[in-house]
């Protein structure tokens, strides 16, 4: 027996887009297991549409894909019958079971009665989706499968073969055996792109006095997406210089352990030479040969997608086997110096110990809006204010406004000095100074910002704070948008090329930068508290509800999960990654603690600190770690877990806890007095009053400092003079 079944949770919890569980019952058994979050209004039709389109005789191959599982399913029309393949495009990807043929009647016919109920209960829960696109196209396709289904004559296909042995030792080997043709018919009948891929065979592994060490059955572009899946996680530890790497190739056992310091290699028997760099290589070469085989079979198949991102991925995998070429130096020319990522923030110069530090009034400005949501960065242009209606920036040194930025429908703007407005009906790009914008662009009214990315020639941020936008730089264009499932309230960053999307439906998405395509994503117990903070190739993440709390870290390409640490902290605060070690610190019982955790996931030591109530905030010092409270209070604790110094408290608590901030080897603690303190001794250098509604701190390469109070008062004070005490 056949059925599609939908789940029913979406009627008892409406929401804009229904999202719910999608079957594909055989005889009782699932065939699309992990399809539970799918957005029906999308998945519906166009599971229809593809059966009405293979019911007619239009077409003998479609695709339905289910995005949220990362699952395809395939069709294929074979006479009187349908083949029904299932690849999951996750970790690992592959073809969830052998192909089934199904009776062609009563396929459509379980469709047929699967799509006529949805659109039933579409009617009495959210009619007014019927009088859109996909409700006119669930209803075409419902027609359309109720109509005569002619019956086109078969013709026989060419049986296509083609195998490729291992060009070296370790080397690939791969074989197609295309007895139906797909890659030329599919190509031609304009098929969809993954279902003309998914022909027969095998890839194998070619070692010395080794044939065939290891086999892969199944659709070789699976298998190889797969292998180079799993060499991009090979090169990093290569990089990481980790001592040893295991995987099972393409998912399919035995297990492969490579020791990457003395080149031996064990699968599935005694120990044999084989070297982590050519093992590496050969896995990318078989991404080539495979796309080169199949477009030279079919030439239209070398504009597939699909075969561009595999043909991508052994190309750019390739590349990073290459080592770097370093120029010659002139004879007798000094090396070229690096600016520090700092913006040049050395030391101040002093003959002996620093004893005393004294800051002058430099300028103030009154009234600026929405102070107790507004936060202050330092930019190239000069001190950038930001808040939810408005973005401005002021010179440093006299406190002139630079520009400003106000709008009805939020302002972005990023440290750089590039903003965003929004109204109604518009979207305005500003890249810095000028009254003009760059561009204009029709708005679909949501309210952005005030976060705002810059990363190769695109605009993120967020809409609604959970809607991801991404804008070209240069012409405004929207190039893609998320709309994450039951969200409120969503946390953005960027890693490298992947953007990280942290929700707190306890949902994190990796994105394409370029595409926004879902790369993968995450599910967790508890929901996110804040955006993911890099580290190295990964990100840490923190999970948190009541005083239940954790740490999340995975693989920032990938979003395969490495550990998870729970902890028992309330008021946690932002994760600082140190080195292989990541610190937080929060309430435990009432009491503030600081926990080290190793790059494995054990906890290294936990420390009292002693500094009042939470919530804390974290800065990194050389061989320690910098801890202060909202009551102005700090401590310095050392990577062993020893407590250098301890600073009480500076006065009432803040209203939101403030990083404190490190330059030109001065530690600037946030509170009602901000204090100047020396980092390795604990010394109070200088005190400058700030106020208990203290709202932001920033301090430029100068060590000037600006604060921003409540009643959106923004000061900047001067370094005057510095004392110190000759000898030490």
């Known amino acids: ?177 295309d007895g139906d043709d797909v890659l030329r018919r599919a190509a031609r009948e304009k098929g969809p792109a993954l279902a003309s891929l998914l022909c027969p065979g095998e890839v194998w592994l070619a070692l010395p006095q080794r044939p065939v060490a290891w086999r892969a059955p199944g659709p070789p572009f699976l298998t190889a997406l797969e292998l180079t899946r799993q060499a991009a996680d090979l090169a990093r530890a290569l990089e990481m210089g980790e001592p040893r790497f295991s995987f099972e190739p393409a998912g399919v056992r035995p297990e492969l352990t490579l020791e990457l310091k003395t080149g031996e ?151 750089d000095g590039y903003s965003l407005a929004a109204s109604g009906v518009r979207l305005c790009g500003f890249p810095g100074k000028g009254a003009g914008a760059d561009w204009l662009r029709v708005h679909d009214g949501l309210r952005v910002g005030p976060l705002l990315l810059r990363q190769y020639g695109m605009l993120y941020t967020l809409a609604d704070e959970r809607v991801v936008l991404a804008l070209n730089e240069v012409t405004g264009r929207e190039a893609w948008r998320l709309t994450p499932a039951r969200t409120r309230r969503g946390y953005l960053s960027i890693h490298a090329h992947r953007a990280l999307l942290a929700t707190d439906s306890g949902y994190l998405y990796g994105l394409g930068l370029a595409d926004g395509q879902v790369r993968f994503r995450m599910s967790a117990s508890l929901p996110f508290l804040g955006a993911p903070v890099p580290w190295a190739r990964r990100f840490v993440a923190l999970l948190g509800q009541g005083s239940n709390s954790a740490l999340l870290l995975a693989d920032a390409h990938s979003g395969e999960a490495v550990w998870t640490y729970e902890m028992s902290l309330a008021l946690p605060s932002t994760p600082l990654p140190s080195g292989k070690r990541v610190y937080i610190a929060g309430e435990l019982e009432g009491e503030g603690v600081l926990l080290c955790v190793d790059a494995a996931g054990q906890s290294r030591w936990q420390r009292a600190l002693h500094l009042g109530p939470g919530p804390f905030a974290l800065a990194r010092l050389p061989g320690a770690v910098l801890v202060t409270s909202s009551l102005g209070a700090a401590a310095r604790v050392s990577d062993s877990g020893e407590v250098d110094w301890r600073m009480g408290a500076a006065g009432e608590q803040l ?72 000898g030490g």
């Open 655 to 726: 209203t939101r806890p403030l990083r404190p901030i490190v330059s030109r080897g001065v530690a600037l603690v946030p509170g009602e007095r901000v204090r100047a303190v020396d980092p390795l001794r604990g010394d109070v250098l200088a005190e400058v009053r700030a106020g208990a509604g203290l709202m932001a701190l920033q301090a430029d390469a100068q060590l000037n400092l600006y604060f921003l109070d409540e009643l959106g008062t923004l000061s900047a004070y001067r370094l005057g003079s510095h004392f110190t005490v000759v």
């Open 265 to 415: 290699a064990r699968l599935g028997g005694p120990p044999i030479a084989l070297r982590a760099e050519e093992l590496l290589a050969a896995m990318f070469h078989l991404g080539q040969a495979l796309a080169l085989a199949m477009s030279e079979r079919e030439r239209s198949l070398a504009n597939n997608p699909y075969l561009q991102e595999l043909t991508e991925r052994s190309r750019e995998g390739l590349s990073h086997l290459r080592g770097a070429v370093r120029p010659p130096e002139e004879a007798g020319a000094a090396p070229a110096r690096v600016a520090s990522a700092s913006g040049g923030s050395r030391p101040l110069k002093v003959p002996g110990r620093l004893r005393r530090l004294r800051f002058e009034s430099l300028w103030e400005q009154r009234k600026l809006v929405d102070a107790d949501t507004g936060r202050l960065m330092m930019g190239r242009q000069g001190l950038v204010y930001s808040s939810p209606d408005m973005a401005c920036v002021f010179e440093r040194k006299t406190g002139k406004q630079v520009w400003r930025r106000a709008a009805s429908h939020g302002v972005a703007a990023s440290e």
């Open 1 to 177: 027996m056949i059925r599609f079944r939908i789940g029913h949770r979406w009627k008892r919890e409406p929401a804009e887009a229904p999202h719910d569980s999608v079957s594909l019952e055989l005889d009782g058994v699932n065939l699309l297991p992990g399809a539970v979050e799918e957005p029906l209004v999308e998945v519906v039709p166009a599971l229809l549409g593809a059966l009405a389109a293979l019911h007619a005789g239009g077409q003998r191959l479609a695709q339905v894909s289910l995005t949220e599982a990362h699952l395809e399913l395939v069709l294929r029309r074979s006479g009187g019958d349908i083949e029904v393949q299932v690849a999951s495009l996750s970790r690992p990807a592959r073809l969830l079971r052998p192909a089934l043929r199904l009776d062609a009647e009563e396929l459509v016919e379980a469709a047929r009665a699967c799509g006529q109920g949805f659109l039933e209960d579409l009617k009495q829960v959210a009619p007014e989706r019927l009088r859109g696109e996909q409700g006119q196209a669930l209803q075409r396709a419902l027609k359309e499968l109720e109509e005569t289904a002619p019956h086109p004559r078969e013709l026989r296909p060419e049986p296509f073969t083609f195998r490729a042995t291992a060009p070296t030792l370790p080397g690939f080997g791969f074989v197609l055996d």
